[in-house]
């Protein structure tokens, strides 16, 4: 089992920076990659950035070179530092984990972009 708990929500204005933190625990060194998804208000849950035990990132197209995901493993923290954020990017931010045999979710913070 592992348990997430995301923070660092909140509201920002246009071209803004945050940063949201991830705390896993539990099973943390059965994780295979984690990840930020986020769900925009009437749409579908979706990826925003992932990021491998071997370090290796990705992110989905409308984030690259605007988010950051990075990880801490000895700690079980993982960030994604946000900038030159959008409207579009307000949305529920969860943090997700991924193992050999299961996912687990974070219950969400709220990220809202609007001046």
């Known amino acids: 089992q592992v348990q997430l708990v995301e923070s660092g929500g909140g509201l920002v204005e246009p071209g803004g920076s945050l940063t949201l933190s991830c705390a896993a625990s539990?099973?943390?060194?059965?994780?295979?990659?984690m990840a930020w998804y986020r769900q925009p208000p009437g749409k579908r849950r979706e990826l925003a950035a992932r990021i491998f035990n071997s370090g290796i990132t990705d992110y989905e197209s409308s984030v690259k070179g605007r988010f950051t995901i990075s990880r801490n493993s000895a700690n079980g923290m993982v960030y994604l530092q946000m900038n030159a954020l959008t409207p579009e990017d307000t949305a529920v931010y969860y943090c997700?984990?991924?193992?050999?045999?299961?996912?687990?979710w974070g219950q969400g913070t709220q990220v809202t972009v609007s001046s």
């Open positions: 539990g099973s943390i060194s059965s994780i295979y990659f």
């Open positions: 997700g984990a991924t193992t050999t045999g299961d996912h687990y």
